[in-house]
């Protein structure tokens, strides 16, 4: 089965519409799992109902801030119902984005995290840029957040996009964090535009600067276990950008998949 899934923000609004027609149309990409970003003003049981007809399954599932705080029994009963024990911290909220806000964020997180794991959880957490080069007590707010504290670790969810805003290597970044890195996601990005304009920077996978190859090839060799394709924003509709990005990694992935068995 392919690592590739499709990562469902970039959908947003067509879930809001119809989340069967649109899940029937990511299957027809080529995905079999997808990770999950909010219901979309649907109840979580029409959401499973619509991926059980269109035969995709939940690899993972990113999480408001909030709930991680308040809702640790929500998040189960999420998880119970899509069948899936991957949950990640989406984003720290705007208001939490101060110091004292990112050392409470990650007593949260981990105090969350405890109950979690003993139920058979893995936890992780998402950066965008803008937290990503904020520094607290030393460490960049990912490495801050996912540093083992009393046997818990947080597993870092590195995006290919907000590394390439950041002015990161991606690659060099996850090796950092082999075999905790259990998701990765995979957006492409022009460096040569407006760091701060996705609707310019923004590509389809393949048609920017980021390694994707190198970046499979170290991921399939360091236990990845999966590739979360997301497009945030798109010119030419989202269904036609997911399918060259799908497209473009699933020929990455047969070619390196064929060269490790050789």
Request: hydrophobic share 35%.
């Amino acid at each position: 089965m392919s690592k590739l899934i499709c990562q469902l923000y970039g959908f947003r609004n067509e879930i809001a519409k119809d989340p069967y027609d649109c899940f029937k149309k990511i299957h027809e990409i080529g995905f079999d799992q997808v990770q999950l970003d909010g219901m979309r003003g649907h109840s979580p049981q029409v959401i499973k109902d619509a991926l059980d007809k269109a035969g995709l399954t939940v690899s993972s599932m990113h999480i408001k801030h909030q709930r991680f705080i308040n809702d640790v029994d929500g998040i189960m009963e999420e998880g119970d119902l899509f069948q899936c024990k991957e949950v990640y911290l989406k984003y720290i909220e705007d208001e939490f984005q101060v110091e004292y806000g990112y050392k409470f964020t990650k007593y949260a997180l981990m105090k969350a995290a405890k109950v979690l794991i003993e139920h058979g959880y893995e936890v992780g957490f998402h950066s965008p840029e803008y937290d990503f080069n904020t520094v607290v007590d030393g460490k960049k707010v990912m490495d801050y957040i996912c540093e083992e504290n009393q046997g818990i670790q947080i597993h870092p969810e590195p995006d290919t996009y907000w590394l390439g805003v950041a002015g990161v290597d991606p690659l060099a970044y996850c090796k950092q964090y082999a075999g905790r890195i259990l998701t990765l996601h995979m957006k492409d990005i022009d460096t040569s535009k407006d760091l701060m304009d996705m609707h310019e920077n923004l590509r389809e996978c393949g048609k920017g600067n980021v390694d994707f190859r190198s970046l499979m090839k170290w991921g399939l060799e360091n236990n990845v276990r999966s590739f979360a394709i997301e497009q945030d924003y798109s010119k030419i509709g989202m269904y036609e950008s997911m399918k060259q990005s799908y497209e473009y990694l699933r020929k990455i992935e047969k070619e390196l998949t064929a060269e490790a068995v050789r």
